[in-house]
């Protein structure tokens, strides 16, 4: 354990104690507090300042104008600890080196002071001035931590700083600054407590007490005290005692023990118990077993009858006696290593510049990044229940990844549909960032495929991001309606069946209900993918007097409503509508044909149209034989204000209500439809079909692909034509068989509107 008490050594100006059991093991004091040190051997400190003027930040502004983070070291080098080693080697002659360890530390603290020079305030108005008062140095920031307390005893601080505190940093690196690090350490180890040696000649001590007592006096009560003190005053008994602790670690009640156990040493050296001759032995055993002086001390206050009488001593008996006795106590010490901060840069000779950075709020880096994200939706109607966004804001990685580290995740519902984000603005990354987001419908929202739709990892460039759900799904609102005037004396009743097939994915919708005059419509609403065909089929059975009962087939329509006529007087109605910019229409003509082969039925018409009836409601009507059978054909020739001629030739419809213009004119649309048994039934898995339009001399060329799981009708394949009477178009069908094997159809040249395939692949 460390022994405190001399010799103490000093080596290289390190301060070196021993070891109270081993004589090779030592312990030195800590060094002053200096910067610790990195790996590679880089001082531990930086000082951030946050404004680069610190005039910018009012004196009675609290604001942080910086921040202060260093470690402090109390090690010595060591090349110096192996010359302090060799050096206790050769002075103390050790044959083997020295073992030198730290001061055994139990407890610390460590604090960090920065002072300010304060001046009391100035008398208030009309008081005489006082004496010039006299300024006082005060704490003005203070950190305090806990250092580790072994090895180099390694400590942490870090400090947020007032402007007053930043300026005094930046003053350290010119000269003295009123601030520095102060250690408090606590150690343990043994301290002398006291020592207490005694010579004494016994032939001398017994002379005097022969000459003073008789061998054959008895005495009742002997105070050894008196004899000791008489003997002192002769010098024939010598006392060297010193108390080296302080206050109770010197003991001091245990030292004047020790000086007890030799008063009764003496006692029992030069007398021995007798019987009182004036007091009767009552028991007669008073004596038996007395043989010390200490039993007789504490008998004669209960036993009068126990004196003393003087023992005759021979000279082999007497001799010179000496007593050194020393008691040794375990005390804790506390040490307060410190130092200033300017001797931390003077240590490495350290600069501003490799100290301080400062940070300018108006750099870039430190620009906020304000960003908003908000829900363009209708979540009653559509039953949205929640929105959830990821966004990724940082520098992109060199591949495209599948999926993106998530910086900020936001959660958007009917309450919340805007939320705004704060964060640094990264300027190598700018505005650009990555988001995807998830549509979580309520389970009574419209009939879908999907409960949740995502839209995946998306690029974005702004501080606003609106989202629109509705990109990634449709609604289809289709209504059957009992026309006025309906024969319900014919029909009470009619039965009305509405299917929705998704033929690319086979997702399907039905609804049926009876219609009669209490209840005269049939709503039905769904929500499919984005870019699923729209087309709903339909079939109507109407039930009669006396059980009859009247079926049509399936049929199919792109409107929003389905009108119920009376199935004896079907009539096909087409409304036109002139779309676009009426005033440079002069004139349009519109044909109309109408062909049922089956039932001898060929309609023709024309509607004329100028400027004089441009605004006027035009129609176009004609009798129905087979009321499923509604599909016609229309072209237009349009002349504009420039007297530029469009004619687009004939095209196929089935909608009641068209538009018509110079837009119209140039649009073509394609609906595909499959027709067949169901894939399965023939080992196909799917069918691929590619449309493809081609017009070499506007240099115009467009492709489309859509996939077919179920027959149904597919998407509209939508073009804007540069030349209204080039229609012609090309497709190829791809057979996926579930062998894996793929059979193919085409190329095949067409100009139809509604595209009619087969389910069933080609012979081989």
């Known amino acids: 354990m460390l022994y405190l008490h001399p010799p103490y050594y000093m080596y290289e100006g390190v301060p070196v104690m021993a070891d109270y059991h081993d004589p090779r093991q030592f312990y030195y004091l800590p060094n002053r507090p200096k910067l610790a040190v990195d790996e590679n051997g880089r001082p531990a400190i930086r000082l951030l300042i946050f404004r680069e003027n610190l005039d910018e930040v009012p004196p009675e502004e609290e604001h942080a104008a910086g921040f202060l983070v260093f470690d402090t070291s109390l090690a010595w080098p060591e090349a110096t600890l192996n010359k302090v080693a060799q050096k206790i080697q050769t002075d103390l002659s050790l044959d083997m080196p020295p073992r030198l360890a730290p001061l055994p ?92 040696h005694v010579e004494a000649d016994w032939e001398q001590v017994y002379h005097h007490i022969s000459e003073k007592y008789a061998v054959d006096l008895v005495f009742v009560s002997i105070n050894t005290a008196e004899i000791i003190d008489e003997l002192e005053e002769k010098q024939l008994i010598t006392f060297t005692a010193s108390l080296e602790g302080v206050d109770e670690e010197g003991m001091e009640a245990e030292f004047k023990a020790v000086r007890k156990e030799l008063e009764e040493f003496v006692l029992e050296k030069f007398f021995k118990p007798v019987t009182n001759p004036n007091q009767l032995d009552t028991d007669g055993g008073a004596m038996e077993g007395l043989q010390t002086a200490r039993q007789i001390v504490n008998l004669i206050h209960h036993w009068p009858s126990v004196g003393y009488s003087r023992l005759e001593l021979n000279m082999t008996q007497v001799r010179t006696l000496a007593v050194d006795y020393t008691m040794l106590k375990a005390v804790s010490r506390h040490i307060a290593p410190q130092a200033h901060l300017s001797l931390f840069f003077e240590d490495y000779n350290l600069t501003r510049d490799d100290v301080v950075t400062v940070v300018d709020g108006k750099d870039a880096m430190w620009e906020e990044l304000g960003f908003d994200i908000s829900a363009n ?49 990264n300027p190598e990354v700018g505005n650009n960032m990555r988001y995807r987001y998830t549509v979580h419908f309520r389970p009574a929202a419209l009939p879908g495929p999907e409960t949740a739709v995502s839209s995946g990892w998306r690029e974005h460039n702004g501080r606003l991001l609106i989202l629109s759900p509705r990109e990634l799904y449709q609604t289809r609102q289709v209504e059957a309606q009992l026309v006025r005037g309906f024969p319900f004396d014919r029909y009470p009743q009619v039965h009305v069946h509405l299917r929705y097939v998704d033929t690319e994915t086979g997702w399907t919708h039905e609804d049926a209900a009876l219609l009669d005059e209490t209840k005269q419509q049939l709503p039905f609403a769904f929500r499919t993918r984005a870019g699923a065909g729209t087309a709903v ?58 062909i049922d082969e089956a039932n001898g039925v060929r309609e023709f018409g024309s509607l004329f149209i100028d400027q004089s009836n441009i605004n006027q409601l035009h129609q176009w009507r004609v ?76 240099g115009y060329q467009a492709e489309q692909e859509m996939m077919f799981a179920a027959p149904g009708k597919g998407e509209i394949w939508r073009l804007a034509l540069q030349d209204a009477g080039m229609r012609d178009y090309s497709y190829e069908l791809t057979y996926v068989m579930d062998t894996g094997f793929e059979q193919h159809a085409g190329p095949f040249s067409s100009r139809d509107t509604f595209l009619l395939l087969s389910s069933v692949p080609p012979e081989l």
């Not at 530390?105 to 460590?110: H, M």
């Not at 023939?682 to 449309?691: A, F, P, Q, S, Y």
Request: with cysteine.
């Open 105 to 196: 530390y139990r407890n610390g603290s460590v604090r960090l002071t920065f002072l300010d020079k304060v001046t009391p305030p100035p008398p208030a108005a009309g008081e005489e001035p006082a004496e010039e008062p006299a300024s006082k140095w005060v704490p003005m920031l203070e950190s305090s931590g806990v250092p580790s307390l072994y090895g180099e005893n390694r400590a942490i601080f870090s400090a947020m700083l007032s402007k007053k505190a930043a300026a005094l940093m930046l003053g350290a690196f010119e000269g003295f600054i009123p601030a520095g690090v102060v250690y408090d350490l606590e150690y343990v180890g043994l301290q002398r407590a006291f020592n207490v």
């Open 377 to 425: 939706a209708d979540f009653a109607t559509d039953g949205i229940h929640a929105i959830s966004t990821d966004v990724y804001y940082g520098l992109l990685p060199e591949a495209e990844p599948e999926t993106f580290p998530v910086s900020w995740s936001f959660l958007l519902d009917e309450t919340q549909t805007r939320v705004h984000k704060a964060a640094w603005y």
């Open 537 to 594: 089929s339909y079939r109507l059975t109407y039930l009669g007097l006396n059980g009859k009962r009247l079926e049509q087939d399936w049929r199919t329509t792109l409107d929003d409503t389905v009108f119920i006529t009376d199935p004896a007087d079907d009539y096909l109605t087409v409304r036109v509508l002139v779309a676009g910019n009426r005033a440079e229409i002069m004139n349009l003509i519109v044909d109309f044909k109408y």
């Open 623 to 698: 009798p129905l034989a087979d009321p499923a059978q509604r599909r016609y054909w229309y072209s237009q020739l349009l002349i504009d204000a420039a007297g530029n001629v469009t004619q687009t030739g004939w095209m196929q419809a089935e909608k009641t209500t068209l538009p018509v213009g110079a837009v119209y004119a140039k649009l073509m649309e394609v609906q595909p439809e499959l027709l067949g048994p169901p894939l399965a039934e023939n080992g196909v898995e799917r069918i691929r079909l590619c449309l493809k339009y081609h017009d070499a001399f506007n």
